[in-house]
């Protein structure tokens, strides 16, 4: 554990930037995005996981969209009509949004990544 942090706050950051703990031998602190894959070690104190994670997986669907949530300046200021950010949303659903193979559904994937933001 980190010195500046507490075994309370830091868990907690970890699974909000997406990160579960996934130790090895050569890597005890290591954690991987459910999402991306990404998986970041050697944390240090002050490190943030949502940085870390935009930092080293910049195209993750999670990262983005968290960092939205988060409000962090690039990109809570950009505008979610474009592609990048369709497709981040998109990644969230990481294939297995049920109703996409269905036949006559009308609330696949697409719909619900663009027509959402353009209503709000």
Not at 29 to 52: I, M, R, S, T
Request: charged letters at 25%; a negative charge.
């Amino acid at each position: 554990m980190l010195p500046s942090q507490t075994l309370l706050t830091f868990p907690s950051q970890l699974a909000r930037a997406g990160f579960y703990f996934e130790p090895y031998p050569e890597n005890p602190d290591n954690c991987v995005c459910f999402l991306c894959g990404k998986g970041l070690d050697g944390w240090e104190a002050g490190d943030d996981p949502l940085e870390e994670h935009l930092k080293h997986a910049p195209q993750c669907g999670w990262a983005i969209v968290s960092a939205i949530e988060a409000e962090i300046a690039e990109y809570s200021r950009q505008d979610p009509g474009l592609p990048h950010m369709v497709e981040a949303r998109k990644a969230t659903f990481a294939g297995k949004w049920p109703h996409e193979a269905r036949k006559g559904w009308k609330c696949k994937t697409k719909q619900v990544c663009c027509e959402c933001y353009v209503k709000l």
